[in-house]
């Protein structure tokens, strides 16, 4: 039993190229979240999914996507990336409105 | 605006000293709320969650935190701390009406030993 994991754990990335944070659960929740989470700051919700084929923003949407094709993944996605979104992302799960699980972060680091 | 506030930004203490850590939210209605920590390099785990009934709830290593709803308050305790707490504590609220867990900025709590 994983619980939720992300993947990549570290990764570098040049202004204005893309990528995909990808996050899998394995202990059949409803809800999944994606924050970041920045010195001073929390943790922020960028977006979230209450079931498959559902998302619905957060607080700090913006220059993000996410995808819940499969009731086990949530997908993050930066199209185009820039140096603001250089942060620690975390995924996490839960079965409703009740305590989330985390994973262990993505560093990520746009030069 | 939803919000969770955490006024104390780093603590810092002695083994054995008491610590309270201040959590405040700014919404009317019915709300669950959860305190997490996360140890150096880790991820965010629960310590403690308050949905409804005693207002006075324990969690895990000890901590404890006390719902107020009229202070819109949920302050974590603990009457003695040790250096393995040192840690980064997190308030969290979800509202009746919505679905998305919202945190606070964060205590940064250091314990001396």
């Known amino acids: 039993n994983a619980g939720v994991t992300q993947t990549p754990k570290f990764r570098v990335l040049k202004t204005g190229q893309s990528m995909t944070l990808l996050c899998a659960q394995d202990m059949n929740h409803e809800y999944m979240y994606w924050y970041r989470q920045d010195p001073g700051m929390g943790l922020r919700l960028i977006h979230y999914?209450?079931?498959?084929?559902?998302?619905a923003k957060g607080e700090v949407p913006d220059g993000y996507n996410v995808s819940r094709l499969k009731k086990q993944n949530f997908l993050l996605g930066l199209e185009s990336a820039a140096p603001s979104q250089t942060s620690v992302y975390f995924c996490?799960?839960?079965?409703?409105?009740?305590?989330?699980?985390f994973g262990q972060g993505t560093r990520l680091t746009v030069v | 605006a939803q919000s969770v506030s955490q006024h104390n930004h780093h603590v810092i203490l002695s083994e054995a000293a008491s610590l309270e850590l201040g959590c405040n939210y700014s919404?009317?209605?019915?709300?669950?709320l959860f305190w997490y920590v996360q140890y150096p390099g880790q991820h965010l785990q629960l310590l403690l969650k308050y949905f409804s009934g005693d207002p006075l709830v324990k969690g895990i290593k000890g901590f404890e935190a006390e719902f107020i709803k009229s202070k819109f308050s949920f302050n974590l305790r603990k009457p003695s701390v040790q250096w393995s707490d040192t840690a980064e504590y997190f308030c969290?609220?979800?509202?009746?009406?919505?679905?998305?867990?919202?945190f606070g900025a964060g205590t940064r709590l250091t314990v001396k030993p």
């Open positions: 919404y009317g209605g019915t709300v669950n």
């Open positions: 996490a799960s839960a079965l409703g409105r009740t305590e989330a699980f």
């Open positions: 969290a609220v979800i509202l009746s009406n919505n679905n998305d867990m919202r």
């Open positions: 999914s209450v079931g498959e084929g559902t998302t």
